[in-house]
């Protein structure tokens, strides 16, 4: 069971605006900032957003993240098919000394 | 533009030592504010933090793995790697090496990862 908690599955139609949320605690999302990772299928993660909301260049602003408290979400506007794909939040986490990262949310653009 | 790339067995037998290089180009091991990390995914399973090393060569551990890893540079020769030794079946999985960024935010222990390496799978099985 993950430290941070993710729905596993969440979808939407091409054009819809989706979110997916991160629960943490105290010790991670409570204290530090939120990374999002991007897998799409049979490859490696890809940085999505950084430090809550910041990100990098040449990912879409359809992609934008927010954090409250000890959660976060990671929202996409204007879905399209090929936002199809797992997507990862992670923090720091005082508990672990290290990293701790979401089960992951598969997103499938019905 | 920084590239990572993973070499190493795909198939270790239990109770071996996996080994696993990462080799960076387009930017130094050695200058720069980074980590240079190995995180893991088993099939059809999440990410998993497994260690990293400063440009200054200090270490850090996941604690439920720490007693087996050990991460190690050879800025000469732009890699990092990873040993895990008294590996079972629960170890198989890709193996990935990434660059971790530090938070522009201070006291922001969350660093980010990018860019990553494009995965090894590492089997663990006689």
């Known amino acids: 069971q993950s430290v941070l908690t993710q729905p596993p599955s969440a979808s939407g139609t091409p054009g819809q605006r989706v979110t997916i949320p991160c629960s943490g605690s105290?010790?991670?999302?409570?204290?530090?900032?939120v990374n999002w990772y991007q897998q799409l299928p049979g490859t490696a993660p890809k940085l999505l957003i950084y430090t809550n909301n910041r990100r990098p260049s040449g990912v879409p602003d359809r992609f934008s993240g927010s954090k409250s408290d000890t959660s976060a979400s990671l929202a996409i506007s204007g879905l399209q098919s090929e936002d199809e794909a797992d997507y990862y939040c992670?923090?720091?986490?005082?508990?672990?000394?290290?990293?701790?990262f979401g089960g992951g949310t598969k997103l499938t653009v019905l | 533009q920084v590239q990572l790339q993973e070499s190493g067995p795909g198939l270790v037998k239990p109770s071996q030592t996996l080994s696993l290089t990462c080799t960076v180009s387009g930017a130094s091991i050695s200058s720069g504010a980074y980590y240079w990390s190995w995180i893991r995914q088993p099939a059809g399973k999440g990410l998993e933090w497994i260690g990293r090393i400063y440009t200054s060569g200090s270490t850090n551990y996941n604690p439920s793995l720490k007693s087996r890893v050990t991460v190690s540079v050879d800025a000469s020769k732009s890699q990092f790697s990873l040993k895990l030794t008294s590996v079972t079946a629960a170890d198989t999985a890709v193996y990935y090496c990434?660059?971790?960024?530090?938070?522009?935010?201070?006291?922001?222990?969350?660093?980010?990862?990018?860019?990553w390496g494009q995965g090894t799978l590492v089997t663990v099985s006689s």
């Open positions: 990434a660059r971790e960024s530090e938070s522009p935010h201070l006291f922001d222990n969350s660093g980010y990862y990018a860019p």
């Open positions: 992670a923090a720091w986490d005082d508990s672990l000394n290290g990293p701790v």
């Open positions: 105290s010790p991670n999302i409570g204290s530090y900032s």
